[in-house]
Structure formats: C-alpha cells, structure tokens
C-alpha cells in the first residue's frame, strides 16, 4: 500500500480558528485500501446532525464501497479528469437531497427551498468528521449527473448533487504530472474580501 507522500502545508488563518478547518484538504492521491462500511456510516452520522430549515434534514446519501457491485457502474459516470485519481479512492459516496418537506402541520409534502443549502452544511460536517478519524474526503462534481441518478436508481424527487471520494491518502507520484503539483492544501481569498459590516 503506497505511504502518504509529506505535504507542506502553508494554510495561514486570518483569525485564529481551531487547526481542524486549515488541515482539512481535498487530497487525489489515495491508497485504494478497503474501508468498511462502518467507518463510512461514522462520517454519515456527523452529517446527521448538521442544522437544516425546519430540521427537515433535506440530505440523503448512498455509499459505494470499491468492492461494492456497483462501483464500476458508478465509477463510469465520472469525467476522465476526475477517473484518473478517484480509481483508487475506497468508497464514493452519493450526496443527494430530498427537495420535498413536510408542510407544518400538515400530511402534505411542499417544496424546500433549502435542501441544497442544507445538505452542503452536511457535506461539510461529513468531510470534517472523515477528517479527525484519518480519512480524506474529495468532492467530484464532474461527473453526469443523469447517469449516476440511474446507477443509484434515484427517485425523481430527489437531487444528486455531488460524489464524496473517500479514502486514506496515499503517495503523490501515483498522480499525472499536473495533479502532482497540486496534491497539497490550497489557499483561500481573504476573508476581508468575502465577509462585510452592514451592506455589501
Ligand atoms: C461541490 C464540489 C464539487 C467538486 N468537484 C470537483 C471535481 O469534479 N474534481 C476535483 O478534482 N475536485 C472537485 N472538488 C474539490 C474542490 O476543488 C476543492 O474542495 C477546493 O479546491 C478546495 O480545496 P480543499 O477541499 O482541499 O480545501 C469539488 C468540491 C466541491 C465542494
């Protein structure tokens, strides 16, 4: 199993903020080992309790182990771009949303505005959870969304709004040339961009 290459980490915070959110990062280099069901469902439970309008609780996820039948189906639908380093990722997990609610008081069902916004927050709380117990989390929104909705047998209701690879960080030389020089945490705007007091 290839070892984890050393990485340099030049993330600085604006503000001091717990270690977590700079160490978190996306790596493509992964080992291809085995994880188990379990430890993705660890990372599922975290995401469980992110906040969402209404508690309506709008994410739904289906894991895919590498061993599992349906990997290479689901494998298929990704971009070339995103195939070259996700074959050795150990599990693709689907992150979807249900865009229905229920009405307040009612057996009725009505749209939430919300379930996208809501289940990024429980991606969010997923990648960190993934990340304090050893893992690393890659989105991949580059893939057909149409073909992965039919490998999953997705109702229509719902929206598939992105593929989590998971897996254990493996070693960068596995990589093309241009991933390589990627593989390590990259920068952010600054946040005196991104956040203002009192109108944009
Ligand atoms: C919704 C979403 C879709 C993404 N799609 C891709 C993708 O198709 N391919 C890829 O290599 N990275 C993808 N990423 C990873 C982002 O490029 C990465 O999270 C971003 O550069 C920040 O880096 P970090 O996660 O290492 O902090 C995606 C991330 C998110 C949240």
């Known amino acids: 199993m290839s070892q984890a290459s050393p990485v340099t980490n030049q993330r600085k915070a604006d503000y001091v903020i717990d270690s977590q959110f700079t160490e978190r990062w996306s790596p493509r280099a992964y080992t291809g080992e085995i994880i188990s069901e379990e430890e993705v469902m660890k990372m599922l439970e975290a995401a469980r309790w992110a906040p969402s309008s209404n508690n309506a609780q709008p994410w739904r996820f289906v894991i895919v182990l590498r061993q599992d039948p349906e990997w290479d189906a689901l494998f298929e639908t990704l971009n070339p771009v995103n195939q070259v380093w996700a074959h050795k990722a150990s599990a ?15 057996p009725d069902l009505v749209a939430n505005g919300m379930h996208a916004f809501d289940t990024g927050a429980a991606w969010a709380y997923m990648a ?73």
């Open 128 to 200: 960190m959870q993934a990340h304090l117990h050893g893992w690393s989390l890659h989105g991949i929104g580059g893939f057909n969304k149409e073909a992965g909705a039919q490998v999953l047998k997705m109702p229509a209701d719902h929206s598939l709004q992105m593929l989590a690879a998971v897996g254990k960080r493996g070693d960068a030389a596995q990589l093309p040339d241009a991933l390589k020089e990627r593989e390590a945490p990259n920068a952010r705007k600054p946040l005196s961009a991104l956040a203002k007091r009192g109108s944009f």
């Open 92 to 106: 693709l997990v689907a992150i979807a949303s249900y865009q229905l609610a229920a009405k307040a008081g009612s």
